[in-house]
C-alpha cells in the first residue's frame, strides 16, 4: 500500500538557517503530494501540494519539487524564523476517496 | 469563509463510555474525513463520507463508527471507550469527491482523553 517515510526529528536549527526536511514517498501510479504543517494546539494546515511530476509547490517561503525518479517531496526553506517551530507532515494522495496517507512528522524547532 | 470546525474541542470519559464528536465543513465542501492523531501511530484514517455515504474506511474497530448529513455536516462515534482511544481527533473537509489533486482543510481537532 502507499507509504510516506520522513526523516526523523526533533530538528533543532537557529534563526535564518537552511531548511530540508527529507520526505520518500511509495504509492502506485501518480498521487499528489502535499506538506502540512501542525502548530501546538492546532490541527493541521496545508502548506503547499505539488499534483504531477516536476512540479515545485512553494508557499511562505517553503519550497517543495515533486521528483518521480527518486520518489521524493522534500521541504526546504532558506531562511527559517522561530515562527517555523511546528511539526511538518509528508503527504499523499494516490488512491481511493481522500484517502491521504501521513508520515510520522518532524518536529522543527528555531531558536534565536 | 469559516473553516472546519469541529466541537468539543476537549473531553474526558472513562473506559467503557460511547462518545460523539461532530464536524461542520466549510461550507460547499461535501467531503469530510476523520484521522485519529496519537504519538504513537501517528496520523491515521478512520473513513471518508460523501453525501451521507461512506466511501472509504480505514483499519479501525468497529467501535467506531460515523454518518454524515444532508448539510454535509458529519459525527463521529466511538462506543465502549477502551484507553488506547485517547487522542486526537481530526476531521477535514475538501470541496469535490474523489479527486485526489483536491486538497483537505483540517479542523482544529477534538482531544479525547479516556480514564
Known amino acids: 500500500g502507499d507509504s510516506v517515510t520522513q526523516m526523523e526529528g526533533p530538528v533543532t536549527l537557529s534563526e535564518e538557517a537552511f531548511l530540508t526536511i527529507n520526505c520518500t514517498y511509495t504509492a502506485t501510479g501518480y498521487p499528489s503530494l502535499f506538506w502540512y504543517v501542525q502548530y501546538p494546539g492546532e490541527g493541521l494546515q496545508l502548506l503547499l501540494k505539488?499534483?504531477?511530476?516536476?512540479d515545485k509547490g512553494s508557499n511562505k517561503g517553503f519550497e517543495a519539487t515533486y521528483r518521480k525518479e527518486t520518489t521524493s517531496f522534500h521541504l526546504e526553506k532558506g531562511s527559517v524564523q522561530v515562527s517555523d517551530s511546528a511539526v511538518y507532515f509528508c503527504?499523499?494522495?494516490?488512491?481511493?476517496?481522500?484517502?491521504?496517507?501521513f508520515g510520522t512528522g518532524t518536529k522543527l524547532q528555531v531558536i534565536p | 469563509k469559516a473553516g472546519v470546525t469541529q466541537t468539543p474541542r476537549y473531553l474526558i470519559k472513562t473506559r467503557g463510555q460511547q462518545v460523539t464528536l461532530s464536524c461542520s465543513p466549510i461550507?460547499?465542501?461535501?467531503?469530510v474525513s476523520w484521522y485519529q492523531q496519537t504519538p504513537g501511530q501517528g496520523l491515521q484514517f478512520l473513513f471518508e463520507y460523501f453525501s451521507e455515504t461512506q466511501r472509504n474506511k480505514g483499519n479501525f474497530p468497529g467501535r467506531f463508527s460515523g454518518r454524515q448529513f444532508s448539510n454535509s455536516r458529519s459525527e463521529m462515534n466511538v462506543s465502549t471507550l477502551e484507553l488506547g482511544d485517547s487522542a486526537l481527533y481530526l476531521c477535514?473537509?475538501?470541496?469535490?469527491?474523489?479527486?485526489?489533486?483536491?486538497?483537505?482543510?483540517f479542523g482544529p481537532g477534538t482531544r479525547l482523553t479516556v480514564l
Open positions: 477535514a473537509s475538501s470541496l469535490v469527491s474523489g479527486a485526489q489533486t483536491d486538497t483537505q482543510y
Open positions: 505539488a499534483t504531477k511530476a516536476d
Open positions: 503527504a499523499l494522495s494516490g488512491g481511493g476517496y481522500q484517502k491521504v496517507t
Open positions: 461550507s460547499g465542501h461535501r467531503s
